[in-house]
């Protein structure tokens, strides 16, 4: 059993096979919508979108602070004793 001998020697019992890994859900939908042709044109145009998306959110958030009371709603600066 000693005498067996390897032709190849780059044979390595550790060697894992890598599939390469997929590109994610929001880039392929960016893609196959047309709205880029690659994966960096993808990026570009998800960071813009989701500048929108802040611009609009910083937006709702402050026109939410103010506070309006209806006409014909009695207030206690109003109200009758």
């Given at each position: 059993?000693?005498?067996?001998?390897?032709?190849?020697?780059?044979v390595s019992s550790n060697?894992?096979?890598?599939r390469p890994t997929p590109?994610?859900?929001?880039?392929?939908?960016?893609?196959?919508?047309?709205?880029?042709?690659?994966?960096?044109?993808?990026?570009?145009?998800?960071?813009?979108?989701?500048?929108?998306?802040?611009?609009?959110?910083?937006y709702f958030f402050r026109?939410?602070?103010?506070?309006?009371?209806?006409?014909?709603?009695?207030?206690?600066?109003?109200?009758?004793?």
């Amino acid at each position: 059993m000693a005498d067996v001998q390897f032709t190849d020697e780059n044979v390595s019992s550790n060697f894992i096979a890598k599939r390469p890994t997929p590109q994610p859900f929001m880039v392929r939908a960016v893609i196959k919508s047309g709205l880029a042709k690659n994966v960096a044109g993808a990026n570009v145009v998800l960071i813009i979108i989701s500048i929108i998306c802040i611009i609009f959110a910083f937006y709702f958030f402050r026109s939410g602070k103010s506070e309006t009371i209806p006409t014909g709603v009695p207030t206690p600066a109003n109200e009758p004793l």
